[in-house]
Nanobody, 119 residues
């Protein structure tokens, strides 16, 4: 069974940093784009950062210069380094990946991990 397992969330003070990790487990034969989304209470889920297999990464405007998405393809893992966090970054963060598994290409989601920025 293919799974995306997230880790690294928690409570942090404004101005602090966190690094989220998302590891792919299970029988896969390829990984295409990987991304992080977030959903704050009462708001729609939004794309935070996107990392294609090749080419430039992309970020939503509110995190540019503060967040960095990176991939370790050897470990089938994607990271989100979050710096200068502020309360508006409080949300459940979701990992997303396009994976080639037993049934072909499909879109997979992690279970979500809470990030809370509060003093």
């Amino acid at each position: 069974q293919v799974q995306l397992v997230e880790s690294g969330g928690g409570l942090v003070q404004p101005g602090g940093s966190l690094r989220l990790s998302c590891a792919v487990s299970g029988a896969i034969f390829g990984i295409n784009a990987m991304a992080w989304y977030r959903q704050a209470p009462g708001k729609q889920r939004e794309l935070v950062a996107h990392a294609p297999t090749t080419g430039s990464t992309n970020y939503t405007d509110s995190v540019k210069g503060r967040f960095t998405i990176s991939r370790d393809n050897a470990k089938n893992t994607v990271y989100l380094q979050m710096n200068s966090l502020n309360p508006e970054d409080t949300a459940v963060y979701y990992c997303n990946a396009a994976l080639y598994g037993m049934g072909g290409w499909d879109d997979y989601w992690g279970q979500g991990i809470q990030v809370t920025v509060d003093s």
